[in-house]
């Protein structure tokens, strides 16, 4: 069963940028697409991103559309998540996990997660 762990999150200014890591071990990335999601205190949990196994492509949700890119890089076993223009609002808790095939539904529901890395967008 493949297992997931977050990096790369921290304390940045609004504009700027951080790249999420979300490194895989115990099977091989690509039988798995891979979400990522947040969760601000007090706020519902948000699927904003997503990268399919079978074909590659990518989803995103409107809030990130255009600032945020996922990839993944199967040889390295790992999905990355970058992050521009970042705003106050995208501070967060963020976490990637398996989700279903193809991203089908993939905001509403995960099945395996990482642990989360801090996400904090502040001047």
């Known amino acids: 069963q493949v297992q997931l762990v977050e990096s790369g999150g921290g304390l940045v200014q609004p504009g700027g940028s951080l790249r999420l890591s979300c490194a895989a071990s115990?099977?091989?990335?690509?039988?798995?697409?891979i979400g990522w999601f947040r969760q601000a205190p007090g706020k519902e949990r948000e699927g904003i991103a997503c990268?399919?196994?079978?074909?590659?492509?990518?989803y995103y949700a409107d809030s990130v559309k255009g600032r945020f890119t996922i990839a993944r890089d199967n040889g390295k076993k790992t999905v990355y998540l970058q992050m521009n223009s970042l705003k106050p609002e995208d501070t967060a808790d963020y976490f990637c996990?398996?989700?279903?095939?193809?991203?089908?539904?993939?905001?509403?529901?995960?099945?395996?997660r990482g642990q989360g890395t801090q996400v904090t967008v502040s001047s």
């Open positions: 990268s399919s196994s079978s074909d590659g492509s990518t």
């Open positions: 996990a398996t989700v279903p095939l193809n991203c089908i539904y993939y905001s509403d529901t995960y099945y395996l």
């Open positions: 115990g099977d091989r990335l690509e039988y798995y697409t």
